[in-house]
């Protein structure tokens, strides 16, 4: 394929669709960026429930809530407890990495733009600017997934911590009757 200016321009056998691609292109990065923005405030949601959970596990009963006796059942209770302090703890830990994952997009400096580009033809330009965002929009794509993997497996933690509370309280519960 020819690299100088005549592929980008419009010519009477062939019309340039730049134009299209480059609004095209603008979208898709605008809706990544978008989509990174959902996954972050879900994120903070759910860092936010991690450490009221905390708070909770903290103060559920353990082995010192039992009547004498039931050792057996008053390790579990401790046991169960520290399970859920645990998942909780990953799940934190994961959900802090999810947020504090950052993409720098592949921006070009206005200075760039201005110095080198600023009389070049419209499709040249527009060319350009696309080629940028290529790199741009495949990194934002790899960082939703780590994100939103990060933010799956710590609603798991999360899930696997409230049953442990759950048969912390029932069990404390029973024993208790």
């Known amino acids: 394929?020819?690299?100088?200016?005549?592929?980008?321009?419009?010519?009477p056998e062939r019309q340039s669709n730049?134009?299209?691609?480059?609004?095209?292109?603008k979208n898709l990065i605008e809706d990544e960026n978008e989509s990174l923005?959902?996954?972050?405030?879900?994120?903070t949601g759910f860092l936010a429930f991690?450490?009221?959970l905390v708070k909770f596990e903290a103060?559920?009963?353990g082995g010192e809530a039992l009547k004498e006796g039931n050792e057996l059942i008053c390790y579990t209770c401790i046991i169960l407890k520290v399970l859920g302090l645990i998942c909780l703890a990953i799940a934190f830990i994961l959900l802090g990495l999810?947020?504090?994952s950052s993409f720098n997009a592949g921006i070009i400096r206005p200075k760039v733009l201005m110095e080198k580009w600023l009389y070049e033809d419209k499709d040249r330009y527009r060319a350009f600017i696309i080629n940028t965002w290529i790199d741009s929009e495949q990194k934002y794509k790899q960082l939703g997934f780590e994100k939103a993997k990060k933010l799956n497996i710590s609603v798991q933690l999360i899930s696997a911590a409230f049953v442990s509370f759950?048969?912390?309280t029932i069990l404390v519960a029973?024993?208790?009757m």
């Open 1 to 11: 394929m020819n690299n100088d200016s005549s592929q980008y321009s419009d010519t």
């Open 59 to 61: 103060d559920l009963p």
């Open 18 to 25: 730049i134009k299209l691609v480059y609004d095209y292109t």
């Open 98 to 100: 999810g947020l504090t």
């Open 166 to 168: 759950t048969a912390n």
């Open 174 to 176: 029973f024993l208790k």
């Open 37 to 43: 923005n959902r996954i972050d405030a879900k994120l």
């Open 50 to 52: 991690t450490g009221l």
